[in-house]
C-alpha cells in the first residue's frame, strides 16, 4: 500500500516536471503571428528563469563597388570639411556570416543605421536590427544602440531589446574590427554578443 502510494507520487512528480519543461520550452518559441499567444508568454513569466545566449558571427559593411551593402543617405555642409565625417549618416544592409569570409554561410542581417557623432576624433552612433535567419533564431531579432569608436580595437555596445527567441533581451555586443580597406573603408567585423532572454 505504501508503496503503491510512493509510486503514484513518483509518477505525479514526473509528470509535474515534464509540463514544467514543456512549458520552458514553450517560452523559448516565437510566437509572432498570434498576439494572445504573446499575452500567454507574458503571464507564464513568473516561473520562467533568464536564460544566457552567446552568439559569434562577422559584420561584413560594404560602402564601395557594385554590390554595396550600405549606403550614405545624409550629411552635413561641414561633413566634408571635418576629420570625422561629422554628421555624415549611411543606412546598411549587412550580411552577418559565421565564419569572416563573405562567402561564409550567412546567419542574419544588420539593418539599420550609423552615423559620424564626434567631432574630434572618429566615434560613430550605431542604431541597428540584427535579424537572423539561421535555423534556431530565424526570425528573431535583437536591437542595438550604442557608441562606436570604429577605430579603437574594442568597442562594447548594449543590446537593449529582442524579439522571438530573444523577447525582453538584455546584453552586450562586443565589436572588433577583423579587416578594414584603407582605400574604400569597408569593413570586416567580429561581434560576440552574450543577452540574456527568457
Ligand atoms: C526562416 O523563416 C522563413 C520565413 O518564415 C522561411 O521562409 C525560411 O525557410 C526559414 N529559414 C530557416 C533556415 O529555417
Ligand atoms: C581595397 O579596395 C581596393 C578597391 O576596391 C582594392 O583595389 C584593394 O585591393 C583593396 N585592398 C585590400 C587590402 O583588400
Do not use: C
Not at 529582442?162 to 523577447?167: A, C, I, N, S, V
Not at 578594414?180 to 540574456?196: G, K, M, P, Q
Request: proline letters at 4%; hydrophobic letters at 45%; charged letters at 20%.
Amino acid at each position: 500500500m505504501a508503496k503503491l502510494g510512493l509510486t503514484a507520487m513518483a509518477v505525479v512528480v514526473v509528470a509535474m516536471a515534464l509540463a514544467l519543461v514543456a512549458m520552458a520550452a514553450q517560452l523559448t518559441r516565437a510566437e509572432a503571428d498570434d498576439p494572445k499567444k504573446v499575452d500567454k508568454w507574458f503571464n507564464r513569466l513568473s516561473h520562467a528563469e533568464r536564460k544566457t545566449t552567446r552568439l559569434h558571427f562577422y559584420f561584413h559593411d560594404t560602402i564601395s563597388g557594385k554590390s554595396l551593402t550600405a549606403v550614405r543617405i545624409a550629411e552635413a555642409t561641414m561633413t566634408k570639411k571635418s576629420p570625422t565625417l561629422f554628421g555624415v549618416v549611411n543606412m546598411m544592409d549587412d550580411p552577418l556570416t559565421e565564419g569572416p569570409k563573405a562567402e561564409s554561410p550567412l546567419v542574419g542581417r544588420a539593418q539599420g543605421f550609423y552615423g559620424s557623432a564626434r567631432l574630434e576624433s572618429l566615434s560613430l552612433l550605431m542604431t541597428m536590427n540584427l535579424i537572423f535567419t539561421s535555423p534556431k533564431y530565424n526570425g528573431s531579432t535583437l536591437s542595438i544602440m550604442g557608441h562606436n569608436p570604429a577605430y579603437e580595437t574594442y568597442r562594447e555596445m548594449p543590446i537593449v531589446g529582442g524579439t522571438g527567441f530573444f523577447r525582453l533581451a538584455s546584453g552586450i555586443a562586443m565589436a572588433k574590427t577583423y579587416f578594414l580597406n584603407l582605400t574604400t573603408f569597408d569593413a570586416v567585423v567580429e561581434y560576440n554578443v552574450i543577452v540574456t532572454h527568457y
